[in-house]
């Protein structure tokens, strides 16, 4: 199994509201990652967790709060929004998150639409 | 912020035409990597080229890498309508964890 799987796949919320989104993948993979990704730009790293710890925090808001409940999950946790917010959320996994020669794999997304 | 160029921006072409882009980077690299994404969809891997390698193949696909110039290519060959897509470099550089993409070359193949 080489998936990472996303849900939603879409999700509207306001900005009062809290959500979460879910990622998982069945792998054996130790690294999992967030990006974020707005229209026609690269995606942007946003959290790097290794061995279910978080290793990277790329200066994101807080009103983002990732966890790692175990090797096979990663969630990101959604609270108090602003409409630049929305985006197409990506979630990768790779064997290591070391310098080493390791590809990642992505899921489809979570499209967020913040109102 | 983005470390990666990529150019063109935007390339259209023929389907049986060859397809080239371009990716410099701007610090020293362990790997550098491509990966295609499909319109509003997930990244999916390419190729991956080490810092010590020049040139490398996967089916149609041809990645050269020169250090000394900081820089890649990526050449499809005979190119289908469905490898219309967003194509992103990405290099791995000696900052644990990440990966820093380019800024992307949208492909479109005409049948």
């Known amino acids: 199994d080489t998936e990472v799987t996303q849900t939603p796949k879409h999700l509207v919320m306001g900005m009062t509201n809290k959500k979460s989104l879910k990622c998982e993948q069945h792998m054996g993979h130790r690294a999992m990652y967030w990006y974020k990704q707005k229209a026609k730009k690269p995606p942007e790293l946003m959290f790097v967790?290794?061995?279910?710890?978080?290793?990277i925090n790329e200066s994101v808001p807080s009103r983002f709060s990732p966890e790692c409940p175990n090797s096979s999950l990663l969630n990101l946790h959604l609270h108090a929004l602003q409409p630049e917010d929305s985006a197409l959320y990506l979630c990768?996994?790779?064997?290591?998150?070391?310098?080493?020669?390791?590809?990642?794999?992505f899921g489809p997304g979570t499209r967020l639409t913040v109102t | 912020s983005q470390q990666g160029e990529e150019d063109p921006q935007a390339l259209s072409i023929q389907e049986g035409e060859n397809a080239t882009m371009n990716c410099s980077y701007k610090?020293?690299?362990?790997?550098l990597q491509w990966y295609r994404q499909n319109s509003g969809r997930g990244l999916v891997h390419l190729i991956l080229i080490r810092s010590n390698e020049r040139e490398k193949h996967s089916g149609r696909l041809r990645v050269t890498l020169d250090t000394s110039k900081k820089s890649s290519s990526l050449l499809i060959t005979a190119s289908r309508a469905a490898d219309t897509a967003s194509y992103f470099c990405?290099?791995?550089?000696?900052?644990?964890?990440?990966?820093?993409f380019g800024q992307g070359t949208i492909l479109t193949v005409h049948p």
């Open positions: 610090t020293s690299i362990n790997n």
């Open positions: 990405a290099s791995r550089g000696t900052s644990y964890g990440k990966l820093t």
């Open positions: 967790y290794s061995y279910e710890k978080l290793s």
């Open positions: 990768a996994s790779s064997q290591r998150a070391g310098t080493e020669n390791y590809e990642q794999y």
